[in-house]
């Protein structure tokens, strides 16, 4: 099955100021999307000054001087008070960094303490995906494998990036984090779709099955099987939790140890997004009219955090969660956790798919643009 690159899309917020630029948001309740109000906002810009700065004469990051992603450089009053100074622009109100331009379709990606890793999905049919990486703080990106049919999701540890690559046949596929040659896991599988990678193993979804192998290769072990047609996984102590698409959608958790799937939340519209704290998973129904939800790691009452919006891709860290939504707001935002208040980050974004955070900052890609993109949170 091909699968089309992530899509999605934008909000007329008020605004509020963070470190020299103005900062969109609205305050936004679980259930209520009107505007009524400004949240604060507390911190300043903190773009990684430990990477490496980009080249002025390759394509990453426009000058801050300029208009960045496609906006109005009039719209901040004071240039971007990012680290360093030069590789960050105003765009929409927001400071934004392009780590990567001209991109065929860039979907998932992931990141680690020095570089952040995508995939391009490439065109239908032409094998022209690729899987990529930049320095966090800019800089030439580096092609660390190409050909590929029809990638969809990735996982990175300290040694090496993992892929799935869903075509006929399917792979789960790796490469060194410096690049060199592919090494297949799995082959001859249906589907396979999100990946995820801990102590030394990669789990993946394929068609119906959640599985696992060793990340130096070998015999792959199936988890659960069965499923309706598991998409997105996270890796949460001692079980995986997975997003089953087909209607009613669910979300389920799989004991690593091969015991009974519990589901935690169904009946669901298409769970698209999928992430973990300690405490809870997240995710997003992307249709009808979609939501960001949330339920405890042992199942119970599942929480409404945004409802109105249409959110596609999650991640968390332990202040709020992090969505990019596919509505008609080329939207970047964040919730916090009990769901309270909604901040746009980033708006007028064309296409926002795949999401990650860090420390610092929040990084996303652009389907139709095709860019990688960072923001700080």
């Not at 309740?29 to 773009?47: C, E, R």
């Not at 958790?253 to 799937?261: E, F, I, N, R």
């Not at 249709?287 to 991640?315: K, Q």
Request: aromatic share 6%; with cysteine; glycine share 14%.
């Amino acid at each position: 099955m091909y699968r089309a690159a992530l899509v999605v899309g934008a909000l007329a917020l008020p605004v509020a100021t963070i470190a020299g630029c103005d900062q969109f948001g609205d305050v936004v309740t679980a259930g209520d999307a009107s505007d009524d109000g400004v949240p604060g906002v507390d911190g300043s810009v903190g773009i990684d000054s430990s990477a490496s700065a980009p080249d002025a004469t390759t394509d990453g990051p426009a000058d801050a001087t300029s208009d960045g992603a496609g906006g109005d450089s009039s719209s901040c009053e004071v240039t971007c008070t990012a680290v360093p100074p030069s590789t960050a622009s105003c765009s929409t109100g927001s400071c934004l960094l392009t780590l990567a331009s001209g991109r065929a379709h860039p979907g998932a990606l992931a990141v680690d303490a020095t570089h952040v890793y995508w995939l391009d999905v490439g065109e239908a049919f032409a094998s022209n995906g690729m899987v990529l990486s930049v320095p966090i703080g800019g800089g030439v990106p580096s092609t660390l494998a190409t050909g590929l049919q029809n990638p969809s999701g990735i996982a990175v540890d300290d040694t090496s990036v993992y892929w799935t690559d869903d075509f006929i046949p399917g792979f789960v596929m790796k490469v060194a984090l410096d690049g060199g040659a592919p090494v297949t896991l799995v082959s001859g599988i249906d589907d396979p779709a999100g990946i995820v990678v801990g102590g030394g193993t990669v789990y993946f979804a394929y068609l119906g099955t959640v599985a696992a192998i060793a990340v130096d290769g070998g015999t792959p072990i199936t988890l659960a099987s069965g499923l309706d047609n598991p998409m997105r996984i996270a890796l949460s102590g001692a079980q995986v939790l997975v997003s089953e698409s087909d209607d009613p959608g669910a979300v389920a958790a799989v004991p690593l140890d091969g015991g009974p799937t519990v589901v935690l939340a169904s009946p669901l519209t298409d769970p698209t997004g999928l992430a973990v704290d300690p405490s809870r998973v997240y995710f997003a129904e992307s249709e009808n009219p979609g939501a960001l939800l949330s339920v405890a790691l042992d199942g119970g009452p599942v929480a409404t955090l945004v409802s109105g919006r249409a959110p596609l891709d999650v991640a968390v860290d332990d202040t709020g969660i992090y969505f990019t939504g596919s509505d008609d707001a080329g939207l970047v935002g964040r919730v916090s956790l009990d769901g309270g208040t909604q901040v746009a980050l980033v708006r007028n974004q064309n296409g926002p798919a795949g999401l990650a955070v860090d420390a610092i900052n929040v990084y996303w890609t652009t389907a139709f643009d095709g860019t990688v993109m960072l923001t700080p949170k």
